[in-house]
């Protein structure tokens, strides 16, 4: 199946090591070679970068490694295709606008028998389960709520619909609207939140590491989520099953 990377921050901060890792899963140390994406939300505006190509070689995915592009909220992924044919329609992450508000989604998983009657007029482009199902849930999210919910609320109604997905196969996903990034854990999924005092970070998928003490101030809080650890010495926490988790200014939230 596919694989996920997100990002949030209280800082904007550039994703470049750690998407230096993941990308390496997209041919050399892993075979989701079906095309990749990335989206760096900036302010209201998002930058979107969707490849067909796999991202160990795809010469957009190197600007990502070289090009610090700094955002508070990132969603990367790897795509190895179950549903959909392998090209740019079928590419994660998707983005839709609702509330006035880009919303950002990926999902890693295989989804059976999903697929409900959509009403409004979010629509799938491609031919993938997971687009379809993000358009059900942007769909279902504008009718739970009459304008634009706190935090809170809308990890309540995320989790609702996210329980009624969930049977009908591989679910796991990360979510962003700029101000928060969820993350739901179907099967496997891990998580770090990077704070001070930092240290030095040496990654799995690609011999480079990091020293974060000399990049980053006393104030800065990063979380990371993906679907295998990135690093070997650092703790990475495994999400619960069917468990959703939201991130807020690089911290995980108590609701």
Not at 16 to 26: K, V
Not at 52 to 63: E, K, V
Not at 64 to 72: A, D, E, G, M, T
Request: charged share 20%.
């Amino acid at each position: 199946m596919c694989q996920l990377l997100g990002m949030n921050c209280n800082t904007p901060t550039d994703v470049t090591f750690s998407f230096t890792g993941f990308s390496q899963r997209a041919g050399h140390t892993g075979d989701h070679s079906d095309g990749w994406g990335i989206a760096f939300f900036e302010d209201r505006g998002v930058r979107l970068f969707v490849d067909p190509l796999r991202a160990a070689d795809s010469p957009i995915a190197a600007l990502i490694r070289n090009y610090p592009i700094r955002s508070c909220n990132v969603i990367a992924h790897i795509r190895k295709a179950t549903q959909g044919a392998v090209g740019l329609q079928n590419c994660h992450p998707f983005v839709r606008e609702l509330w006035g508000r880009y919303w950002v989604f990926a999902h890693n998983g295989d989804l059976k028998d999903f697929r409900p009657r959509l009403h409004s007029h979010f629509r799938p482009v491609g031919h993938t389960d997971s687009e379809h199902a993000f358009c059900w849930i942007m769909q279902e999210l504008a009718k739970a709520h009459a304008g634009v919910p706190s935090i809170a609320e809308l990890t309540l109604t995320l989790r609702a619909l996210a329980a009624q997905i969930a049977p009908h196969g591989t679910f796991n996903f990360l979510l962003s609207n700029g101000q928060a990034l969820w993350a739901h854990a179907s099967t496997q999924l891990y998580y770090i939140e990077r704070r001070h005092p930092f240290s030095e970070a040496h990654l799995a998928d690609e011999d480079l590491r990091v020293d974060f003490a000399a990049q980053t101030r006393p104030t800065d809080r990063v979380a990371v989520i993906v679907t295998a650890p990135l690093t070997l010495n650092e703790t990475w926490h495994a999400f619960e099953t069917r468990s959703l988790k939201v991130f807020v200014d690089g911290a995980l939230q108590p609701y």
